[in-house]
């Protein structure tokens, strides 16, 4: 516990220090390099023996992490093509070294991971200050890491009631209910937060102070989004015979471990807070 809770700390200080780049291009080689670590875990995971294959996702990532410059835009598309003819052509060139079900779950959960931070990257470029665009972002974040530490402590308190014990044996159903409750109450505070320093987020800036209900139904459906995300990641753990996915963050194992619940959570409240903004 005491490990987990100094790897929070320091982790909440490296974010920190990264979002004092926010509106540079250090920020976007910083998710850069985040997504193909936890791409890299992916590939390890499922014990592919193709450094080619994972190379290929090193032009892919930064091309997707740039997309927001006007060059890099016009590129993405071809570019997602090439990359699936390119892994058709590895599979077909050694069957029997590269198994398409293993090459193909990397590329879904690749894409999943790239879509993650995309989608931050896509909320940075969506509000007209950057403090509305850092609210956003948070507010994924917290709906996620929120979810999981309730869930973890309502869980470790109440947990009677097994979720998924076929899946992952120790998520409970209380653990779950908290896990929910904290993302609902996290999202609240962060935008009560930003709302008395006189900064008025997307939501309560179209629908006034009905926007706190926004955002607890928001956090609700995230924190729902948050488990789907950690559960689908555990699966593929179960079924690929390893406890975590790396060892970057003691207590917590990779950069996967610490983002599966974010992965379906940050494009999720991309697509509805800026909708909201419009």
Known sequence: MKTRVITSVVGLAVLALVLCFFDT??????????A?????????????????????????TLLVMLADQSWAAGLL?????????????????RPAALEFAKVGGMAVLS???????????YLRSSFAHTWQSI?????????AWGGDTFAYLAGSAFGKHKLAPTVSPHKTVEGAVGGLAGSVVLGV????????????????????AAGYAVVAVLGAVGSVLGMLG????????????????????PGHGGIMDRFDSVMFVAPFVAVCLTQAAV
């Open 25 to 34: 291009l250090a920020f976007n080689f910083v998710l850069a390099v985040i």
């Open 36 to 60: 193909l670590v936890a791409i890299h875990e992916v590939y390890d995971a499922f014990g592919l023996k193709a450094p080619h294959v994972f190379a290929a996702y090193v032009p892919l």
């Open 77 to 93: 598309w071809p570019a997602l093509y090439v990359m699936a003819v390119y892994l058709a052509c590895c599979v077909i060139a």
């Open 111 to 121: 894409g999943v991971i790239l879509a993650c931070f995309a989608s931050l990257l």
């Open 135 to 143: 609210y956003a972002i948070l507010l994924a974040l917290g709906f």
């Open 189 to 208: 505070v962060i935008t009560a937060i930003y709302a008395a320093c006189g900064l008025v987020p997307a939501p309560l800036e179209r629908f006034g």
């Open 230 to 249: 950690d559960l689908n990641a555990s699966v593929v753990k179960r079924q690929c015979g390893i406890k975590d996915y790396g060892t970057i963050f």
